[in-house]
């Protein structure tokens, strides 16, 4: 069956890690929102992150590349197979901007020491905040960022 998701039409045997522009919608014919592939494992490699390592994740990106990218950020959401996540970004930025915000957030925040350091993991903030892995999130950002930082041709 042909599916109109940008994602089940990509070949997931061949998909590596990576940052992927996945699709470009616009909005009122004009204005676009660009979705991003932040792919931190290989599907068919079976590493995936742990939850409690995306959720620590998800919640540093959405707050942090916020500051970094501002109002251009509409959401930032983890994959339901466990190998990354889905940015989107409204407007004109350009890719690069985007990977380099990334890279970044994954430098800044790759070296946490305690839950306090996790924006927004409090039970008024947050639907599980006892859901976290400092250590976890720490080794896959440093690992993303990296790989982050070759593809733009940075060491």
Same mark, same amino acid.
Request: aromatic fraction near 10%; glycine fraction near 8%; proline fraction near 4%.
């Given at each position: 069956?042909?599916?109109? #998701?940008?994602?089940?039409?990509?070949?997931?045997?061949?998909?590596?890690?990576?940052?992927?522009?996945?699709?470009?919608?616009?909005?009122?014919?004009?204005?676009?929102?660009?979705?991003?592939?932040?792919?931190?494992?290989?599907?068919?490699?079976?590493?995936?992150?742990?939850?409690?390592?995306?959720?620590?994740?998800?919640?540093?990106?959405?707050?942090?590349?916020?500051?970094?990218?501002?109002?251009?950020? #509409?959401?930032?959401?983890?994959?339901?197979?466990?190998?990354?996540?889905?940015?989107?970004?409204?407007?004109?930025?350009?890719?690069?901007? #985007?990977?380099?915000?990334?890279?970044?957030?994954?430098?800044?925040?790759?070296?946490?020491?305690?839950?306090?350091? #996790?924006?927004?993991?409090?039970?008024?903030?947050?639907?599980?905040?006892?859901?976290?892995?400092?250590?976890?999130?720490?080794?896959?950002?440093?690992?993303?960022?990296?790989?982050?930082?070759?593809?733009?041709?940075?060491?």
């Amino acid at each position: 069956m042909k599916s109109k #998701v940008a994602s089940f039409a990509v070949d997931h045997t061949t998909l590596e890690r990576g940052f992927y522009l996945r699709s470009v919608y616009t909005v009122a014919g004009i204005y676009p929102l660009r979705s991003y592939d932040m792919r931190f494992r290989a599907p068919m490699e079976h590493q995936y992150l742990t939850p409690e390592a995306i959720h620590t994740i998800e919640h540093l990106m959405a707050h942090y590349l916020r500051e970094k990218l501002g109002n251009k950020v #509409v959401s930032f959401a983890p994959m339901g197979c466990k190998t990354g996540f889905y940015l989107i970004v409204k407007g004109f930025t350009s890719q690069r901007k #985007v990977m380099e915000a990334v890279a970044q957030v994954c430098e800044e925040q790759s070296n946490l020491k305690e839950k306090s350091d #996790v924006p927004g993991l409090t039970v008024e903030q947050c639907g599980n905040p006892e859901l976290y892995d400092i250590e976890g999130s720490n080794a896959a950002l440093k690992e993303y960022g990296a790989l982050v930082r070759k593809l733009l041709g940075k060491k």
